[in-house]
C-alpha cells in the first residue's frame, strides 16, 4: 500500500493506494474538450501499479468494429507532479473519481 497525495482544485489530498484497487470515474476521451454525451462512465476499473511516473488503470467495455465484443482499455489515471516525488494529479482524460475502500470492494 503507497502513501501518495494527490492535488484536486487547488487542493493536496492523502490518499492510500494499492495495486488492484478498484476506482469509478468518467472517462473523457478528448480531456477537457469532450463533448457532452460522449464521455463513458466507468463504474468498476482496477489500479495497475501504485508507483511510477503515472498510475494506470485498466477497466473492460464494449468495443470492437460493431460494438459486439469485450475489450480492455487502459489510461493513465494520475501523473507525478514536477518537483515532488509522491505528489500526483488526475490525468485530463478522468473525471469525477471515486476510489473504492476494502470494505466498498468486500461488498462487490
Excluded at 500500500?1 to 492510500?16: C, D, L, Q, R
Excluded at 469532450?34 to 494506470?56: D, F, H, W, Y
Excluded at 464494449?62 to 516525488?85: D, E, Q, S, Y
Amino acid at each position: 500500500m503507497a502513501s501518495i497525495k494527490v492535488f484536486m482544485g487547488n487542493t493536496i489530498y492523502p490518499v492510500e493506494i494499492y495495486k488492484g484497487q478498484h476506482i469509478s470515474f468518467y472517462y473523457l476521451p478528448a480531456g477537457e474538450h469532450t463533448a457532452p454525451g460522449r464521455e463513458e462512465q466507468v463504474q468498476k476499473a482496477t489500479l495497475e501499479n501504485e508507483s511510477g511516473r503515472t498510475i494506470n488503470v485498466t477497466w473492460e467495455a464494449v468495443g470492437g468494429l460493431f460494438k459486439n465484443k469485450i475489450v480492455t482499455k487502459h489510461a493513465p489515471l494520475l501523473r507525478r507532479m514536477m518537483g515532488a516525488p509522491d505528489t500526483y494529479q488526475f490525468d485530463k482524460c478522468i473525471g469525477g473519481p471515486q476510489f473504492f475502500s476494502a470494505q466498498e470492494e468486500a461488498e462487490c
